[in-house]
């Protein structure tokens, strides 16, 4: 079945420690996107590609980094200059234009 | 940035019932989304609707644009309803446009 794959479910990072999180899809969309979910808040976008090779900063890629060098895959590194890391992370991706797919989520923790 | 304000923020109601959701956003827009966030943290698209009206089943949804808001109608609520509903906005269709999300109305259908 087609669809958007993140992993890992959940992660545990002590502070000062690099993380990359998966995020592949076989949906053959061209834009991906990363967003950032705080407790009881809506989503906020990291950022966003919409072409192998390119990607644009979002509203909080302060501390984050992000790869585009295949179609299906976009993957988020959260860096150690990421002073609040800990929160849920979603890819997403559409055909352009419509509808935003997302993946199932990670769930990052920083002890 | 385009401003995005839903209401309510919090909705309890008993299975059977009826309810509508409301998204109001500050500027104009050509690309408006509704999604539902289950407990498990899963984002389903329900309707890509920048203008008019859809309906998928027990759920319908009504963009006035140029009144610069949406409505989410649900009809004979069930429990597996109860979720985060959220509103996405952006002024273009394409994914050039970075959509905005509002901070949702969490909704509980108790049996």
């Known amino acids: 079945d087609g669809g958007i794959t993140q992993s890992p479910k959940y992660l545990f990072r002590k502070e000062g420690q690099n993380v990359t999180l998966s995020c592949e899809q076989n949906?053959?969309?061209?834009?991906m996107y990363w967003y950032r979910q705080d407790p009881g808040q809506g989503l906020r976008l990291i950022y966003y590609?919409?072409?192998?090779?390119?990607?644009q900063k979002g509203d909080i890629a302060e501390g984050y980094s992000v790869s585009r060098e295949k179609k299906e895959s976009f993957p988020l590194t959260v860096t150690s200059a990421q002073k609040n890391p800990t929160a849920f992370y979603l890819c997403?991706?559409?055909?352009?234009?419509?509808?935003?797919?997302f993946g199932e989520g990670s769930r990052l923790t920083v002890l | 940035g385009i401003q995005v304000e839903q209401s309510p923020p919090d909705l309890i109601l008993q299975e059977g019932a009826n309810s509508t959701l409301r998204c109001n956003f500050s500027d104009s827009v050509n690309n408006l989304q509704w999604f539902h966030q289950n407990p498990w943290g899963q984002l389903i698209n329900l309707f890509y609707?920048?203008?008019g009206t859809k309906q998928n089943g027990r759920l319908s949804a009504t963009t006035v644009a140029t009144e610069r808001y949406s409505l989410l109608y649900i009809s004979s609520s069930q429990t597996t309803d109860s979720g985060v509903y959220f509103c996405a906005v952006g002024p273009s269709e394409t994914s050039g446009s970075r959509l905005t999300f509002g901070e949702g109305t969490q909704l509980t259908v108790n049996p």
């Open positions: 590609s919409q072409i192998v090779n390119d990607f």
């Open positions: 949906l053959n969309h061209d834009a």
């Open positions: 997403a991706s559409t055909l352009d234009p419509g509808e935003l797919f």
């Open positions: 609707i920048p203008s």
